[in-house]
């Protein structure tokens, strides 16, 4: 048994040694982080808006009349009803536990703007409609990637920028690169400026129109961090 827990140990460590000689070649480096940051203006603003049925003075406002009223505010702000998508047609919720005609239908839009002032003209074209809610799920360029890419390049060079410092105050050289490795940052998303994330209800709508805030975004956070290792010349 000995003798074959020797015979492995022979058989193992040439290739440990081979494998550590390979990893580092007997090359003198440098390993260094770089970061670098950007803010963006989104320029997708996925919205969600949802019309429900409701009781005014004991009559149900039918949602046929609040589909149309919301699609006429659609039209004077200027935007294409063919930008609209249907995320839900609810005509079966609230109806448990009742009869169909006290049943309240419902129904979902969803809108993706190109920007807060498009947003805000169908909001102000929206205070006379009663929609149930407007709800902003997602921000987000229409660029993201593109974006991303350059912006870890710039990290990589603040990297070589950061071992070219170090190295010249010892009186060396920054070599070629040896290693390079990149880490996946999650965009920061934004907080919306808008009651928070621009919800409206019917009594929002009713007794908020003299204190509305225009519409705002901040920027979308982005950062890109990079490890590389340089040769020591």
């Known amino acids: 048994m000995k003798t074959k827990y020797l015979f492995l140990a022979f058989f193992i460590l040439p ?16 390993e260094v982080n770089g970061t ?28 046929e009349k609040l589909d149309k009223d919301f699609l ?3 039209k004077d702000s200027g935007l ?9 047609v609810g005509s079966k919720l609230d109806k448990l536990g009742k009869r169909e ?22 909001l102000e074209k929206l205070q006379v409609v009663k929609v149930d809610f407007v709800d902003i799920t997602r921000v987000d360029h ?6 991303k890419i350059e912006l870890k390049v710039k990290a990589l060079q603040a990297a070589k920028a950061k071992a070219e410092y170090l190295l ?11 290693m390079v490795r990149d880490w996946d940052v999650e965009p920061v998303q934004p907080m919306m400026e808008y009651k928070a994330n621009v919800r409206m209800s019917a ?8 204190t509305e805030q225009p519409v705002g975004f901040r920027k979308i956070k982005l950062q890109a961090q990079i490890v590389a290792q340089f040769e020591i010349k």
């Open 101 to 122: 005609k006290d049943a309240f239908r419902s129904k979902t839009y969803q809108i993706k703007f190109t920007s807060a002032s498009e947003l805000e003209k169908l």
């Open 168 to 178: 010249k105050s010892i009186g060396s050289e920054v070599g070629k690169p040896l």
């Open 36 to 63: 670098a940051h950007q803010e963006i203006e989104p320029n997708e603003i996925y919205t969600i808006i949802r019309l429900k049925e409701f009781e005014d003075n004991r009559e149900k406002v039918s949602l």
């Open 203 to 210: 009594a929002d709508q009713a007794g908020d129109a003299e």
């Open 142 to 147: 229409s660029d993201m990637d593109k974006i």
């Open 80 to 88: 294409d009803r063919k930008r609209l998508e249907l995320a839900d």
């Open 15 to 30: 290739f440990l040694s081979i494998a550590q000689n390979e990893t580092f070649k007997g090359e003198h480096f440098i």
């Open 72 to 74: 006429n505010a659609l």
